[in-house]
């Protein structure tokens, strides 16, 4: 199962979108959380880590590959791994099955590997981290669909939203805005998304936020959804 190609530019523009992470889910029931899940979401957040680019260690091309097989919603695969295994990944992933792929812009391979990921067919993202100047992004804009910002620091769960987040959105959604090349980037919220925190996100500029807990954790999923769709964008 594969979303429609253009799927990206299909996305909804007149709410605030969810992208359910799927470190959040039940993994022994994988298929059963995403069969639960997909009704709401835009598409689905999948965590690489490899342990060294980030403290943990998240997913694999086999469990992305049960994914793909068991949804046609787009996967967006977020990879934190080390400069010197970064294409090695982006290959192993593509071929398990993800519609795109973020690196981050702290990776020194960074045009190779968007170079890399756009031979494959697949959209290319990059993700800023906390301490990174949302400045460092401008000059690859017209090479990328996805722009992720988190507000948490990289790999662990359970943070509190930084204090400049929502600044840090205002400013890349100013940048997106003065690009001057056709086709949509969407901005991405992830990390300490929570009741309080997603309000300001969405006027701040996130186009869509990173759904952990916050989704697969609700006790109302359809109402949850109803909440984060009726978000001033």
């Known amino acids: 199962m594969r979303p429609a190609p253009d799927w990206l530019e299909s996305l909804p523009k007149d ?4 992208e359910m992470s799927l470190w959040s889910a039940d993994l022994a ?3 059963a959380e995403i069969a639960r899940t997909e009704p709401f ?16 260690l998240l997913f694999f091309p086999d469990l992305v590959a049960v994914c793909r097989r068991s949804t046609a919603k787009p996967l967006h695969v977020h990879l934190m791994a080390s400069d010197v295994i970064l294409e090695a990944q982006i290959r192993q992933f593509a071929d398990a099955g993800a519609d795109a792929i973020s690196i981050h812009a702290e990776n ?9 990921i756009d031979s494959l067919g697949l959209v290319a993202g990059i993700v800023l981290q906390v301490q990174t100047p949302v400045a460092a992004a401008g000059a690859f ?3 990328i669909g996805l722009l992720t910002l988190l507000g948490t620091r990289i790999g662990v769960k359970g943070q509190a939203l930084d204090a400049q987040a929502a600044d840090r959105l205002r400013e890349a959604r100013a940048l997106i805005a003065k690009r001057t090349t056709p086709g949509p980037i ?3 919220a992830d990390g300490g998304i929570r009741e309080n925190t997603v309000p300001d996100l969405a006027k ?6 990173v759904m952990g807990s916050l989704a697969f954790g609700s006790e109302n999923l359809a109402e949850r959804m109803a909440w984060i769709h009726a978000q001033p964008v």
């Open 204 to 209: 701040a500029g996130a186009r869509t936020v």
């Open 108 to 116: 020194q391979n960074l045009e190779v590997c968007l170079d890399l």
């Open 186 to 188: 969407v901005l991405c």
């Open 41 to 56: 979401a835009d598409f689905y957040h999948i965590d690489v880590a490899d342990g060294h680019f980030a403290p943990a």
């Open 29 to 31: 029931g994988l298929g």
């Open 141 to 143: 804009l017209d090479r």
């Open 15 to 18: 709410r605030l979108m969810a």
